[in-house]
């Protein structure tokens, strides 16, 4: 409920549009400032953090020594260094990126707005973690099991072999980890929406059979073309589709219960 103290903090934050934009920019360079350290720090253990995303493809194989990888152009590698620095960059900043908006919004927020919005903001990359770990250690050995399992190598017949090239494997993985990053911020952004009143429960549970439908649509879309990673995004993500459900539900009884106290001071 809004108090005298609320919007006497909120009339104090006012400010002109050129303050707000200026304000505006600060956060921003700050935020970039950061990510751009985190990215040059990176850029100097590129070949570790590459070695680490190799796992996968470690565990699929079996044996470390039927590795190989190769790049076919003798700026690939550097290039993909690049990619690999600005990828735990943002990972590595995304505190200081999410504190700088934080910072720039509260302000004008109600401190219960304020207490209502903090946890958003934790959630979305503990969210984005589950995503990626259930890509590193359960669905990219898996799918690249698939790919490995095309190989031919029997007698009589000719040799093929599995020979990717870094860039081409980084961008498979870095997907796979947006992909499923991004779907996992489902709870977030629907329960955000229900707190604004914009969708309700009753709604996500009308439309169930058209969201598996969906789900299974941009599974199609954002994994290669191969039932492992489609199946392992698609089905996390209804189940994160059913646990959107009881988080909007909650919001909504938290919601009646308020307009509840606020009859009960009225009458």
Known sequence: MRDSQDEADIEASRAPLVEHLTELRNRLIKALIGLAIATII???FASDIFNILLWPYEQAAGNVRDIHLIYTAPQEYLFTQFKLALFGGFF???PVIAGQLYMFVAPGLY???RTAFLPFLIATPILFILGGALVYFLVMPLAMQFFLGMEQTGDGVAQIQLVARVSEYLSLI????FAFGICFQMPVVLTLLARAGIIGSDTLKSKRKHAIVLVF???AFLTPPD???Q???AL???LLYEISILAVRRVEKKRDALEREKEAESA
Do not use: D, K, Q, Y
């Not at 870095?174 to 980890?177: A, S, Y």
């Open 92 to 94: 590595f900043a995304f």
């Open 174 to 177: 870095m997907t796979l980890i």
């Open 111 to 113: 401190r219960n707005e």
């Open 231 to 233: 199946i392992g995004l």
């Open 236 to 238: 996390p993500t209804l």
């Open 42 to 44: 990176c850029f100097f």
């Open 227 to 229: 039932p492992i990673s």
């Open 217 to 219: 649509l941009v599974a």
